[in-house]
């Protein structure tokens, strides 16, 4: 290989050396032995560093959550800013907040009275598609049968 390299032009060499560092023949071994002995005491600050930001960043939302309070487990109405915002600061809504129908004892939904009944009248196959665009399609439906 070495043959190889000093038969390329002078230009070539200098260009493949500026981009190569040359290996040291001389004092190789021990240079190694130092060099990983040092890099492994430089570690430890870049291992401390990222595990304090990760234990950050994983008791911030329990902070944030502790000293705002639930937010969804709230019976005051809600702000101004908060129904512009809504949930996820895109979605506002004047109808956000505290569900009566959520029994949050036991995590469950309380259908109001009748609801079953208007379920089982629903036909699963058919498709709902409101009260604006519905009674059109049934009069198309109408037409082609």
Not at 58 to 78: C, H, K, S, V
Request: aromatic letters at 10%.
């Amino acid at each position: 290989m070495a043959t190889k390299f000093k038969n390329l032009p002078p230009d070539v060499q200098r260009e493949l050396l500026r981009h190569v560092k040359p290996a040291r023949v001389a004092s190789a071994k021990s240079d190694a032995a130092s060099s990983s002995s040092h890099s492994k005491k430089n570690y430890w600050p870049i291992v401390a560093a990222c595990t304090t930001f990760v234990g950050f960043g994983a008791f911030l939302p329990y902070w944030a959550t502790q000293t705002i309070g639930n937010l969804t487990d709230r019976d005051e109405a809600l702000t101004a800013a908060q129904v512009r915002r809504g949930a996820f600061l895109n979605s506002g809504t004047h109808d956000a907040g505290k569900d009566p129908n959520w029994d949050w004892k036991n995590g469950r939904y309380v259908y109001p009275k009748g609801f079953a009944e208007h379920l089982k009248r629903q036909n699963p196959d058919e498709t709902d598609l409101g009260p604006d665009i519905g009674p059109m399609v049934q009069e198309e439906r109408k037409r082609r049968n």
